[in-house]
Structure formats: structure tokens, C-alpha cells
């Protein structure tokens, strides 16, 4: 039987830089409002460079820090919500700029869960032995999606990439234990790009919304109220107390979400991995990236046991339990 082990990470933010002073300048909003309300001091944000660009970036990356060739790789998935196309789809665009000739590609749309959905199933099609070596990405331009005159959500959104290799292996416990939710009865307390059907056969006079739009207060209480309780349940599921746990990476929300799970959990703040500071919010790509800075840190160790966290829109929430 198989495990998944993670055998490298990358990240990719696009050089552009947006600090709080910037964005005080194009909305009422301050620098100390969004630094003690959401933990952001600066963020990237693209400025042309599509998912699948910043993508490329990472799975050159990933390759090279591997020693694995691009023909080894088996399945590539993106978790993504703004997808250069609808089709063809980011993992295609990959293939092709990398020369994966033998994988099959697809994305997945589960916004900030999205990375965990995603090596969820990466995780399942290596247990199966059907995989060997999938990479799994978590990439985002939510600026294309930001109403830039909303000063409740552009302080909060950005731009980045991040991915990693998982492949099949047999020393290592991989996955140990996962918890995943979906809440679609809320889903319309956080929207974005919405398909707009006006054709020869239907005038549309409904108002277009391409921006997201969000219940922040909600979805702040959805995620402190139902994220704690996912990790709780995958350290009993896993049989492990909480002191062994070496890391939590959530989903880079917001650092105060972060401050309520640790004090839900009862766990110190200095077990939960921050970047927000420098990130912003970047959806599917947080936990990617967070992981690629860590590993960068020399913060990860063969062996620790590491549980990621995603949650937002859909709703959707998730935990994974990983040894590494
Ligand atoms: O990624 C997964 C999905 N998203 C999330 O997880 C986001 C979760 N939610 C949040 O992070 C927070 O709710 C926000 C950062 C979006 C907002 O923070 P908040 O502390 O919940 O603020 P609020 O919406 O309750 O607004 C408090 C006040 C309001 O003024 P009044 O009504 O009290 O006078 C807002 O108008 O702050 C005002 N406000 C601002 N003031 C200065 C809202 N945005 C700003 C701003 N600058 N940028």
C-alpha cells in the first residue's frame, strides 16, 4: 500500500507589490485599520501574469528542487478559481509549458479549500497505485475578481502560486487522517464570478457581478466557529494528542481567524504558520505557499506532523493530517 509523501515545494508571488499606504490611497481605509483588523501589511498582485504563468514558474521550480523529469509526472491538479480559461483548463496549460506528455490534467474549484480538496484526491489516486507523481497546485488572481472601490474586501484579496510534488511511497505514513465539509446552503455569503447569460435568445437585465462579494462578519463566524472543530476531529480520528502536532498551516484568511482557532484549540499561536502579513489573501494558493515559505524557513522536518487547513467560499471547510 501506498502513502503520499510530499517531496517538494514551491511558490511563486508576482513581483508587484501593494502595501496598505497604497490602497489608503484609492479607498477610505487605513494602514492601521487593515493590519489589526486582517494582519495584511502588503500583498502581490499581478500585473498580466495569468494563473497558469505563475504556475509554470512553480512546476519549473518543483522539477528542479525534485530531480524529477516533467515525463514522471502523472497527474497535475490545480485548485483554482480564476482559471485563464474555462477550458482549456490550468493543468492542460501546465502540461504543455512543462512537457508532461504522460499526465493527465484537470482543476478544481473549491476557493480557499481548494488546495485541500486537491491533494485529497492526488492523495487518493496515489493509494490507489494508479499515480506515482502528482503535482498539486493552489494559484490565484483574485485581483481580476476584486471590486478595487470595495474597501471590505479589496484590502483582504491577492496574487500567487504555490504547489507541491506528492508521490507514492512506502516508508512514509503520508495522509494520516482527513476531514472535509461542504456548507452550500450558504454559498451566497461569498460570491464571485458570476456567469452572465445574455445571448440572441435572452436580454439579461439582471446587474452583472464579476466582483466577489462577501458576508465578511459570516464567514469569519462560519470559519472560527466550524474550523477548530474539523482539526479536533482529525487528531481523534488520527489517535495523536495535540502536542504532537509540529505544525497547523491554515489558510491565510485573516490572522485574527487564526488567533480564535488557537485559542478554540487551546494551542499555542506559535504552532500556526503566519504570512498574511506579506501575502494578503490568496484563496487557493495559501496553504501552497505557506508550506513553500516554511520549507524555505527550514521549518519542516522528515517526519513532523503537519496538519493543513482550508476553508471559504462554497462554504467549504477541510483538514488534512500529513506526516511528512
Ligand atoms: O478566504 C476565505 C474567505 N474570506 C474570509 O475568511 C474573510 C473573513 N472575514 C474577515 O476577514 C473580516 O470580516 C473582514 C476583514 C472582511 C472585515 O473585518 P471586520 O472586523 O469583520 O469588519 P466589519 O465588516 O465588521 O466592519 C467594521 C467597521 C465597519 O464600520 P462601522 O459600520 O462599524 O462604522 C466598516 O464599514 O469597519 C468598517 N470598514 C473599514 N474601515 C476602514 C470595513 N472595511 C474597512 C476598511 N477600512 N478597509
Redesign the pocket.
Known sequence: MYNTKIVAFESYLPPRVVTNEELSGM????DE??RT??GVSERHVSVGETVSEMCVKVADGLLSKSGISAEEIDLIIVATITPDFATPNTACLIQKAIGAKNAFAFDMSA??SGFIYALSVADKYIKSGMCKNVMVFGAEVLSAMTDWSD???C??FADGAGGVIAQASEQCAGLIAEDLHSKGEDGLK?TGGAICIDTPFFDNDKEKQPYFK?D??A??SF?TRNVPRSIECIIEKAGIAKTDIAHIVP?Q??S??VEAMAKKLDMPIEKFFINIQKTG?T?AASIPIALADMYGEGRLKTGDKIILTG???GLTWGSILLEL
Open positions: 479607498v477610505d481605509t487605513n485599520w487593515i483588523r486582517t476557493a480557499c474597501r471590505s474586501s484590502i483582504l461569498l462577501m465578511g462578519r464567514i469569519f470559519a489558510h484568511a485573516n485574527r481567524i489573501n484563496s476553508f471559504g467560499g
